[in-house]
């Protein structure tokens, strides 16, 4: 026994609205989850069927979670996000959605050894890694 992975991890915004609609431009699902206990919804971001982001909106974080962490800050998230697919596909499918991308393509070691990345922000300004593994290309 021990731990497995990463289940989840909040950030904390500005704008729900404005959140869900840059992170569906990334493909991924933004919306409401219903919290147990009849206690409501919580906006998510589902990256996938066992990890998800939840969403805070900053003027109501330390009255929402009474375990929030000392020191939060919208854009202080740095986050990396594994892409199924080639570099190329990434940047194509990046400046389709009007995602800006900050550099090139780059080397960089990940989770499962060597990769290449590219890298955007969120509206709060979070750094968020796209990272793709065995690209012909960058090898």
Known sequence: M???AIDHW?????DLEETFA???KLGLEAGWQERPGGRGTRPIIR??????????VIDRYEIESP?????????????????EG?????????????????QEPAARS?????????YVRDPDGNLIELITYGDPKYR
């Open 67 to 83: 375990t929030f962490a000392p020191g939060y800050a919208t854009g202080s998230a740095d986050f990396c996000l594994r892409w």
């Open 10 to 14: 909040v950030l904390v915004v500005k």
């Open 86 to 102: 080639t570099v190329q596909e990434a940047q194509d499918f990046l400046k389709q959605a009007g995602v800006p991308v900050l």
């Open 22 to 24: 840059f992170y569906r």
């Open 110 to 118: 990940g989770a499962l050894g060597p990769a290449t990345s590219l």
């Open 2 to 4: 021990g731990i497995e």
């Open 47 to 56: 990256i996938s069927e066992t990890q998800k982001l939840n969403l805070y």
